[in-house]
């Protein structure tokens, strides 16, 4: 009996904290993300898998949504986002480039990609509420 209440308990504190999370990556909360893999494409050639210092990408960056930011080493740019879904949308323009990306509002996984001219990045990443 013991055992059987342990397990109900475990399942419904995970059930509880479920909206919580989701609530992390619904654009309410700054975010912290960091890059996992980057994709390097040009047009006409296959695409090069590497890390972020290989596309001169930072590691880490910061989105505020209340400002309406997206920073990393020392720069900031403005971002516009909207839901839908179930992902948080990102999207923004600096430096002859446009970006976008999206974030799960389940899981915090981020998927962005950086188009200039006649090139294209796409980046894997992950994001934590700060």
Excluded: W
Excluded at 47 to 60: K, S, T, Y
Excluded at 82 to 96: D, H, T, W, Y
């Amino acid at each position: 009996m013991m055992r059987f209440n342990l397990k109900f308990l475990a399942a419904a504190l995970c059930i509880a904290a479920a909206p919580a999370l989701a609530a992390d990556f619904d654009g309410s909360k700054a975010l912290i993300c960091s890059t996992i893999e980057t994709h390097d494409c040009a047009a006409g050639t296959t695409c090069e898998r590497g890390l972020a210092e290989d596309i001169n990408v930072p590691q880490f960056i910061r989105l505020d949504f209340d400002k309406k930011t997206i920073s990393a080493r020392g720069r900031t740019s403005t971002i516009g986002y909207a839901r839908s879904g179930g992902m948080l949308v990102i999207q923004g323009f600096e430096n002859n480039r446009a970006f976008s990306a999206t974030i799960s509002e389940q899981s915090g996984k981020l998927v962005a990609a950086i188009a200039a001219d006649e090139a294209g990045y796409l980046i894997f990443g992950a994001c934590t509420p700060q």
